[in-house]
C-alpha cells in the first residue's frame, strides 16, 4: 500500500471527541431507567424542529419508518400511486409499497442526480387526468390515485421544490421530502424569495439518522418533520401501536419509537451539526478545485439554489468499478450510490419496468462514484485522493490508447 489508508467515512473520530458527553447520555438513562420517550425524546424532538424551522418533530426508530409513517398520515391508501425518482436507496420505495401504496418513477436530472421536475410534468399531464370533484389525479392506465410524491434530496442536495410543490398543490398531491440524507440542508425558493431548509417544505419531512449520516445515533433512529399539528399528532400514534392513551388504540400503528439513548446521543451531536455540515461544504469546495478542471472526472454540480451538506460527494468517471477497486488497493475508500436503479431491481421485477425506461438514471448509474466525505477529511488526505484518482485515470486513458 503505497499511501495512508483513507477510509470512506470516519465515525470513530467524533464519537471519541465527544465521548464524555455521550457516555454521560447513558449514565441518565440508566440511572433514571427512562428507556423508551420522556424528557431526552421530548428536548431532542424540540431541538431538532428548531433547526429544520419546522413547528414539529416525531422521533422515530429509523429514516423507513419515517417515510412509512408520514406517508400514512398523509393519507396513502392501499393501491395509491407514489412517485420518487429510481435513483435512491430501496428504503424510499419500501416504505411506499409497506403503506400499501405502488411506487412509480420520474427520471432524474442528469447534472443534479435528483428528481427531474420536467419528467414529473410529464408524467402528471400526460399519463393522468385529474377529477376536480374527487379532487383527485387519476393514472389513466391503472385507474390509480396518485397521492403522494416523494423527491429526495440525494447526497445531501435539496431537489428543485418550487415547480414539484406547485404542481402537487395543482393536483391535491402531498410531497413528502426524503430528507434522510439532507440534515442542514438548504434550498432557495424563488416563489418565496427565501431559504428554505430541507423538510420544512412539504407536508413532511424524513430523516434517517443511521450512524453514517450527516446526523447519526449509535444504532438506528428517524424522525418526521412537520408544520402539519394534525399530522404530527397522527405520526405520534402510529410509532406507538395506534394509541394516544395507553391501552386506548384508535388504529393499528407500529412499534417505531425513537428511544430515549439515542434521543439523548442526538442532541449531543445536534450541537456540531452546523459546524459539521459546514466543514462537509469545505472539503466538497476543495474537491471542486482539485478534480474539476482536469477531463475525466464530473464533479458535483450546485445550482444557485442550493446549499448542499455533502452526506456524499460523488463524481462521475468512465470505469468507475475499476477505478474504486484500485482505489481500494491502495487503500482509499470509496463507494456507490447505487450501482442498480430501483426499476431495475429484482425486488421491484414484478412492477414491469424496463432497461431504458429511465435513461439518465441508468447512465448516472454507470458512472458514479463517492470520495471519502466527512468532517474531519484533512486537506491532505483530500489531496492524497485527487492526486491517486487522477493518476489512475491518467494511466488508463494512455493504456487504452496504447
Ligand atoms: C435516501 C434514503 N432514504 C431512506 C433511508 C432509510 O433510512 P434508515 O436506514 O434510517 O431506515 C436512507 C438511509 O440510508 C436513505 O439514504
Not at 465527544?18 to 428536548?43: C, H, S, Y
Not at 419515517?66 to 416504505?95: K, Q
Not at 398543490?169 to 431559504?195: F, L, M, P, T
Request: glycine share 8%; aromatic share 8%.
Amino acid at each position: 500500500m503505497s499511501t495512508n489508508p483513507i477510509p470512506f467515512l470516519d465515525l470513530v473520530t467524533p464519537h471519541r471527541e465527544l465521548k464524555e458527553q455521550l457516555v454521560e447520555v447513558f449514565r441518565t438513562a440508566l440511572n433514571t431507567a427512562g428507556f423508551i420517550g420522556g424528557p431526552m425524546v421530548d428536548e431532542f424532538e424540540q431541538d431538532f424542529a428548531r433547526f429544520c424551522d419546522t413547528k414539529y418533530c416525531v422521533g422515530v426508530g429509523s429514516g423507513t419508518d419515517a417515510l412509512r409513517f408520514a406517508l400514512i398520515a398523509a393519507g396513502v391508501e392501499p393501491g395509491d400511486i407514489v412517485i420518487t425518482v429510481p435513483n435512491t436507496f430501496i428504503a424510499t420505495t419500501e416504505a411506499i409499497s409497506q403503506a400499501g401504496a405502488r411506487p412509480d418513477f420520474v427520471d432524474i436530472d442528469d447534472r443534479t442526480y435528483n428528481m427531474d421536475p420536467h419528467r414529473l410534468v410529464e408524467y402528471l399531464e400526460t399519463k393522468c387526468s385529474y377529477n376536480p370533484d374527487r379532487r383527485e389525479m387519476v393514472h389513466f392506465r391503472s385507474g390509480r390515485v396518485v397521492r403522494a410524491i416523494i423527491p429526495v434530496h440525494l447526497y445531501g442536495q435539496a431537489a428543485d421544490m418550487d415547480p414539484i410543490l406547485y404542481l402537487a398543490n395543482k393536483y391535491n398531491i402531498a410531497v413528502i421530502e426524503d430528507a434522510c440524507q439532507a440534515h442542514g440542508a438548504e434550498y432557495y425558493s424563488r416563489r418565496d424569495v427565501c431559504w428554505k431548509k430541507a423538510g420544512s417544505m412539504g407536508k413532511a419531512g424524513a430523516f434517517s439518522f443511521y450512524p453514517g449520516k450527516n446526523l447519526g445515533a449509535c444504532g438506528e433512529a428517524g424522525a418526521v418533520t412537520t408544520n402539519d399539528e394534525e399530522l404530527a399528532r397522527k405520526i405520534r400514534m402510529i410509532r406507538d401501536h395506534g394509541q394516544a392513551k395507553k391501552y386506548y388504540h384508535d388504529l393499528e400503528g407500529y412499534n417505531g419509537r425513537l428511544d430515549a439513548i439515542q434521543a439523548g446521543i442526538l442532541r449531543v451531536k445536534l450541537a456540531h451539526l452546523a459546524q459539521w455540515d459546514e466543514q462537509r461544504r469545505e472539503a466538497a469546495g476543495r474537491y471542486n478545485a482539485l478534480l474539476a478542471n482536469h477531463g475525466g472526472v464530473i464533479v458535483p454540480h450546485q445550482p444557485a439554489t442550493a446549499k448542499p451538506v455533502y452526506h456524499l460527494y460523488v463524481v462521475q468517471v468512465n470505469d468507475r468499478s475499476a477505478l474504486g477497486k484500485q482505489l481500494g488497493q491502495i487503500g482509499i475508500g470509496t463507494g456507490i450510490h447505487y450501482p442498480v436503479p430501483l426499476h431495475l431491481q429484482k425486488a421491484y421485477g414484478a412492477l414491469g419496468f424496463h432497461r431504458g425506461d429511465f435513461p439518465v438514471t441508468e447512465r448516472v448509474a454507470e458512472n458514479i462514484l463517492s470520495l471519502p466525505m466527512f468532517p474531519q477529511l484533512s486537506i491532505q488526505q483530500q489531496k492524497q485522493v485527487a492526486d491517486e484518482l487522477l493518476r489512475l485515470i491518467a494511466t488508463s486513458a494512455s493504456q487504452s490508447v496504447a
